[in-house]
């Protein structure tokens, strides 16, 4: 599977998360959270970056603590619960916030 | 990420056994596994040509393997006494969800080609050839089965459906067609040690940033240790323990038991990991290979015990197979069961006046336990009969003022499943295991209005995360759910006697 942006080809898995995270770009998480019918604004963008950072340097998504106390340091202690990552991204924060960030979906009993 | 489209059942005041709707479910199946997936587990990347032929050698094997499944294959006398028990026939309707017609998707096959009847007259006793649409019906329907083995409860021969089911699903993948879900992950296992995938310096990160947290939280100094030789006791616990909510906080508990203990305990890098999804797959020796890393790691660490999180499927694993599939066990200390579960250990631990509990900490909750399938019927917890039920509700009354039990029929070995287990905790059979979790959630609801509870405790990792995803389809909280342990964490007093 795969779908077309200004002329580049993104390959992606059934579910739609790009099998290369190499091919990443900010055009493609725009264009994924689109289709879910979800406008990325600066706080989505916050969480995003915060998962590639992670990733490039432990090549798995942050574990939803480590991803709250983050988000918490940067934005203050009120945003650095669940509550709000599942406001930003209701299909929950792990799997809908990594489809956008080109990472894998988490795997396992989560 | 579109929701895909389905109605999801409305809970009524007691669950009633649906009109039948054959074909409803027809259209569920998941991600077939890519050639890599397959590859790594010793299975063919892709469908081979001669399947029919593989597929009966298989099935011959197995009926030779098991004699359970031999047995199964024969004894069923069609009472109807299982039709309505599957939590997925209640939810979905399709006639083929009923135990009974999961186990003919085999029977009627075992019978062209194992018994003299069949071999001869086919029609006559409703056996089938192998055909491609009897490979379709299995891959749909034997992935609409959690294995949770309520239906062999109520069978008068004992016929357990999930070793029919184990035996679909290896056949299958011995073809070329596993299953994705199940087989990525214990790809994953054999290369880095835990469902996720989450490599040793991710484990080591995400474990000290629960220390601090923990220590701002109570200030008090709890520990997660990780690859810490000689230790007495290795905790093995589901990865969904260091990654997810509730799970989390189950772990939390965990170490604060063993902190409060003075126990000296370490998680491991290498066995980080207690699923054993080889059980899910019915394939013995990914099993056993999957296990296997949890014997080498108790025997680097040189630990004295082995503990289990709480994860239900591992502890059937532990219980019931672990003795033949990795023992002996004789480099561990005799003076505890191998293996121990975190609840038995922490009950152990109360009984004997280790452990001091305020149950005001949980004076805002009314708790209700849901009991694990794996647990409640493929296993035990501790040393008396109906231990894995007591065990842990014990725990919840030590730590909780308010506890209620759901309808009878709903709890202990008559448990429902949650609607994920057994393989199935995948997004692309979100349908499935919303329509599955119907029994539980109408049980929840019952006793929501009749004693206003608020939160439901689980010692399983799937059944946390099932229960998370699928409740608000039914109108309730994702955070109902939580783990046994978060409750004995929570309401634990630190610094009193040993």
């Known amino acids: 599977m795969a779908f077309e942006l200004n002329g580049k080809t993104y390959e992606t898995d059934e579910e739609g998360y790009l099998a290369n995270l190499s091919q990443w770009d900010t055009d493609a998480a725009v264009y994924m959270a689109k289709e879910d019918d979800c406008d990325l604004d600066e706080n989505h963008w916050q969480v995003i970056n915060f998962l590639r950072e992670y990733y490039d340097e432990y090549q798995i998504a942050p574990a939803v603590r480590v991803l709250t106390k983050a988000i918490g340091k940067k934005l203050g202690k009120d945003k650095g619960n669940s509550k709000y990552l599942y406001e930003l991204f209701p299909y929950g924060p792990a799997k809908q ?14 | 990420m579109a929701k895909p489209e389905f ?9 009633s056994t649906p ?29 081979v040509e001669n399947w029919q032929e593989v597929a009966l050698d298989k099935m011959g094997e197995l009926l030779g393997r098991y004699r359970s499944l031999q047995v199964f294959m024969d004894a069923c006398v069609k009472c109807g006494a299982c039709t309505d028990k599957c939590h997925y026939y209640l939810g979905t309707g399709d006639p083929k969800n009923m135990p009974v017609a999961r186990q003919d998707l085999m029977r009627k096959v075992y019978r062209r080609y194992f018994t003299t009847a069949g071999k001869w007259f086919p029609k006559l006793v409703g056996a089938v050839e192998l055909s491609e649409e009897v490979i379709n019906d ?40 596993g299953q994705k879900y199940s087989n990525e992950i214990i790809g994953k296992v054999h290369t880095i040690g835990n469902n996720l995938g989450l490599p040793e310096p991710a484990l080591a990160d995400t ?16 520990k997660l240790p990780l690859d810490q030789a000689g230790a007495d006791v290795l905790l093995v616990t589901p990865s969904a323990d ?16 063993f902190h409060q203990a003075g126990i000296s305990w370490t998680l491991s890098s290498y066995a980080s990991e207690a699923a054993n999804f080889g059980i899910f797959i019915g394939n013995y020796e990914n099993m056993q290979k999957v296990a296997q890393r949890i014997r080498q790691a108790a025997l680097d660490l040189g630990v004295k015990r082995i503990v289990i999180g709480e994860c239900g499927h591992a502890w059937r694993v532990a219980y019931s197979f672990w003795n033949t599939l990795i023992g002996p066990f004789d480099f561990l200390d005799p003076a505890y069961p191998v293996p121990q ?38 296993s035990r917890l501790g040393d008396t009969p109906g231990g894995q039920f007591t065990i842990p509700r014990d725990l919840i009354r030590a730590a909780c003022t308010h506890f209620v039990d759901m309808a009878p029929d709903t709890i202990h070995e008559h448990t429902f499943c949650c609607g994920g287990g057994g393989g199935l905790l995948t997004d692309d059979l979100i349908e499935l295991r919303v329509k599955g979790a119907l029994p539980r959630a109408q049980a929840l609801q019952q006793v929501i209005e009749q004693y206003g ?15 998370s995803k699928v409740l608000p389809e039914y109108g309730m909280g994702m955070d109902m759910i939580i783990s046994v342990h978060q409750l004995v964490g929570d309401a634990l007093v630190f610094g009193s006697e040993h």
């Open chain 2, 207 to 222: 474990l000290e940033g629960l220390e601090e947290e923990i220590e701002e939280d109570i200030s008090v100094p709890v």
């Open chain 2, 19 to 47: 009109a039948v709707q054959p074909d409803a479910m027809a259209h569920s199946r998941p991600f077939v596994a890519k050639p890599e997936h397959q590859a790594s587990l010793g299975f063919p990347g892709e469908l």
């Open chain 2, 242 to 257: 260091f990654f997810a909510e509730p799970h989390v906080d189950g772990l939390i508990g965990y170490a604060k038991v």
């Open chain 2, 341 to 378: 579960h975190i609840c038995e250990f922490t009950h152990d631990l109360n009984q004997r006046g280790g452990l001091k509990f305020d149950r005001e900490a949980n004076d805002d909750k009314v708790v209700t336990f849901h009991d694990s399938c794996n647990v409640s019927r493929g």
């Open chain 2, 138 to 177: 299995w891959y749909s329907y034997y992935h609409q089965c959690s294995e949770c083995r309520r239906c062999s409860v109520y069978c008068p021969y004992g016929i357990d459906t999930s070793e029919i089911t184990m035996a679909g699903r290896e056949i299958l993948a011995t073809i070329g067609v």
């Open chain 1, 97 to 110: 916030a990594c489809k956008y960030a080109g990472l894998p979906k988490p795997t396992g009993c989560v």
């Open chain 2, 453 to 467: 509870v608020t939160h439901m405790a689980a010692i399983c990792a799937i059944c946390k995360s099932q229960f």
């Open chain 2, 7 to 15: 109605e999801t059942p409305t809970l009524k005041e007691w669950v």
